[in-house]
């Protein structure tokens, strides 16, 4: 669950990310504290990037990030187990046969009277309870988001951070992914290129060829990326 507003806080201060002599993000410096942030920008920006520094899949050329009082260099362990990380494409994360075993992964170590109870709740909540011994490649597309995004949801992460998770679906489920992640006790942050979506969240912040070129407001921040489009 989420933790009070005051400690849901991300920042960013001189973050500069290169990769084999690129530079991918320049001196990016951000403070957020809304409960549902949105990260848009034309592909290539640096919107991806950004995202993975969240939870520690990047780490900074230069720079520091901090999220939720840790540092992602230092408290890297810690920090994977409090920020849960949602894919553009839900093979990337779907590790296990079925259903039922993968979202118990996601729980190992615990008592396993408590995985099983946690599991059968999950499955029912999405709607994945008559799937959950089926293989996953069985899956429909937005099945296997849905369990992606379960997998996620059972650790009760105090951050959700999600890189397009829209993108491969329909518009049925795009919407119910959406719906989910927008509905979370959690802080989280979605990389979209759906300004609907969007819309919907509390404050936008908008990538340029990486760098921050906006941050606020979802229309002002919105109508800044339209300007940049034309």
Do not use: W
């Not at 229309?219 to 940049?228: H, M, T």
Request: aromatic share 2%; charged share 25%.
């Amino acid at each position: 669950m989420r933790s009070e507003t005051s400690h849901a806080h991300i920042a960013l201060d001189g973050v500069t990310v290169e990769r084999e002599g690129r530079r991918i993000l320049s001196d990016v410096s951000v403070d957020l504290t809304a409960p549902r942030i949105a990260v848009i920008g034309a592909n290539g920006s640096g919107k991806s990037t950004f995202a993975r520094l969240l939870n520690g899949l990047v780490v900074p050329t230069s720079g520091r990030v901090n999220v939720h009082g840790l540092d992602t260099r230092r408290d890297v362990s810690v920090l994977r187990r409090r920020v849960g990380f949602v894919f553009t494409d839900p093979q990337a994360q779907l590790l296990m046969p079925t259903p039922a075993e993968d979202l118990a992964l996601s729980l190992r170590g615990r008592p396993r009277a408590e995985i099983d109870a946690r599991v059968a709740d999950a499955l029912a909540e999405h709607g994945l309870a008559d799937r959950a011994d089926v293989a996953v490649s069985e899956l429909s597309g937005g099945q296997r988001q849905l369990l992606a995004l379960a997998s996620v949801l059972i650790t009760q992460p105090e951050l959700i951070v999600a890189d397009e998770p829209t993108t491969l679906l329909d518009l049925r489920n795009a919407g119910r992914i959406a719906g989910l992640l927008l509905a979370q006790t959690a802080q989280v942050v979605i990389v979209t290129h759906d300004l609907d979506l969007a819309a919907r969240c509390d404050h936008v912040v908008l990538f340029d060829d990486g760098a921050v070129v906006a941050a606020g407001e979802p229309a002002a921040v919105i109508a800044a990326y339209r300007s940049l489009c034309r």
